[in-house]
């Protein structure tokens, strides 16, 4: 478990879904109320590696679209979202309506993402770690994961 990446998905969880730009502010809100400085490139890269590591499951939408961002980042299935300390108030602060992303929505995501992971010929220890994410996705989303085992066992198995 990773408790940044979980805080992560705890800000995203406390709007539903929130696009790469909101969730930088809202990261960028916490640390003001800390008392800290920003590096953007810091956060860019926390955002990307919770992506990464299936704790944020980017979903398209045209519901929640803002005007260069069509994909709401959602709670992934390997998170267990955790609201970080002075969070709380993020809804209040931010001008961002709670949203509802169908788990459906968020299955099909997560299966076209790690489709085209897999398609990407990974390493023995990410196909390892991926096998993993599927049995999570499972109980995250109605996902059917047993052709993605498939593939990815065939991964280990030559």
């Given at each position: 478990?990773?408790?940044?990446k979980?805080?992560?998905?705890?800000?995203?969880?406390l709007?539903?879904?929130?696009?790469?730009?909101?969730l930088?502010?809202?990261?960028?809100?916490?640390?003001?109320?800390?008392?800290?400085?920003?590096d953007e490139?810091?956060?860019?890269r926390?955002?990307?590696?919770?992506?990464?590591?299936?704790?944020?499951?980017?979903v398209?939408?045209d519901?929640y679209?803002a005007?260069?961002?069509?994909?709401?980042?959602?709670?992934?299935?390997?998170?267990?979202p955790?609201?970080?300390?002075d969070?709380?108030?993020?809804?209040?602060?931010?001008?961002?309506?709670r949203?509802?992303?169908?788990?459906?929505?968020?299955a099909?995501?997560?299966?076209?993402?790690?489709?085209?992971?897999?398609?990407?010929?990974?390493?023995?220890?990410?196909?390892?770690?991926l096998?993993?994410?599927?049995?999570?996705?499972?109980t995250?989303?109605?996902?059917?994961?047993?052709?993605?085992r498939?593939?990815?066992?065939?991964?280990?198995?030559s």
């Open positions: 478990m990773d408790r940044t979980d805080e992560l998905a705890g800000v995203v969880d709007f539903g879904g929130l696009t790469r730009d909101e930088a502010r809202a990261l960028t809100e916490l640390a003001f109320r800390r008392g800290a400085d920003v490139s810091a956060v860019d926390l955002i990307e590696e919770a992506r990464e590591d299936y704790y944020l499951v980017g398209e939408t519901e679209a005007a260069d961002d069509r994909e709401l980042l959602v709670p992934g299935p390997v998170a267990f955790t609201v970080p300390d969070g709380e108030d993020l809804p209040h602060i931010l001008d961002v309506e949203r509802r992303v169908p788990r459906e929505d968020r099909a995501a997560f299966r076209a993402r790690l489709a085209a992971e897999i398609g990407t010929d990974p390493d023995e220890s990410r196909v390892e770690y096998l993993d994410v599927t049995y999570d996705a499972e995250w989303a109605p996902v059917e994961a047993d052709d993605l498939e593939r990815l066992q065939s991964h280990l198995d």
